[in-house]
């Protein structure tokens, strides 16, 4: 197993522009994280998928923005009409879903896409 | 609300030297667990250390140690012996294990670690 990976790994778009990021989860992971991180600050949580499920969409994550991920593998998230406040790291994590309370759930991330809008 | 506090934006260490990072929690859940990473400059997050809120012995991996002091709901970072590599920007956080939580991590803002020669 190689671990979460992302593609791009960077990105440079115009404003307008819509975009696609790729993650390949851990394969037997069946929880899938996106995150996005802007210059100098923390990872903020936008969106959670159990399986092929979207469970969670945090409002960071506005209808601009699309996340899916059919048959519970591989997701993509797609930026539609980007802006420049676009601009940042999104990092996408998986992990399992255990019932365990003290397990770190063998979150793992993918070295992120930074996305820069012009 | 559940949030993640790190004090410190940046610090500076000699090598060989011990240093620790800063971070207090907050959350009323008694479920929960507390990561380390790591982040250097090309971006990868880099797992370093976790602490459930259950177990009884402080967490430690390698050169990294945990210090969790539940009752002022801290989880402080402790690197021995620092070495170079070790310059980098280090996150705390949290993750709730109570029955309808999603897994997702709260982050704190980071703290900038730069060891001097």
């Known amino acids: 197993d190689t671990g979460v990976s992302q593609d791009p790994r960077h990105k440079i778009t115009k404003r307008g522009q819509n975009v696609t990021f790729r993650c390949d989860p851990i394969s037997e992971h069946n929880r899938l994280y996106w995150y996005r991180q802007t210059l100098g600050q923390g990872p903020e949580f936008l969106t959670y998928f159990q399986n092929e499920a979207q469970l969670e969409k945090s409002r960071l994550l506005s209808n601009r923005f699309s996340a899916e991920r059919p048959k519970g593998s591989f997701s993509t998230l797609e930026i539609q009409r980007t802006e420049q406040g676009d601009s940042a790291m999104y990092l996408c994590?998986?992990?399992?879903?255990?019932?365990?309370?003290?397990?770190?759930?063998?979150?793992?991330f993918g070295s992120g896409t930074r996305l820069t809008v012009v | 609300a559940q949030k993640i506090t790190q004090t410190q934006p940046g610090m500076f260490v000699q090598e060989k030297e011990a240093v620790t990072l800063d971070c207090t929690y907050d959350?009323?859940?008694?479920?929960?667990?507390l990561f380390w990473y790591k982040q250097p400059s090309s971006g990868e997050m880099i797992f370093l250390i976790y602490q459930g809120s259950y177990d009884q012995q402080n967490a430690t991996e390698g050169r990294y140690s945990l210090n969790f002091q539940k009752a002022r709901k801290s989880a402080n970072l402790v690197i021995s012996a620092s070495q170079l590599g070790d310059s980098a920007m280090y996150f705390c956080?949290?993750?709730?294990?109570?029955?309808?939580?999603?897994?997702?991590?709260?982050f704190g803002q980071g703290t900038t670690l730069q060891v001097k020669p």
């Open positions: 959350t009323s859940d008694p479920s929960y667990g």
């Open positions: 956080a949290m993750i709730l294990h109570g029955s309808g939580n999603t897994g997702k991590l709260i």
């Open positions: 994590a998986s992990s399992l879903a255990y019932k365990v309370s003290s397990a770190n759930y063998g979150y793992t």
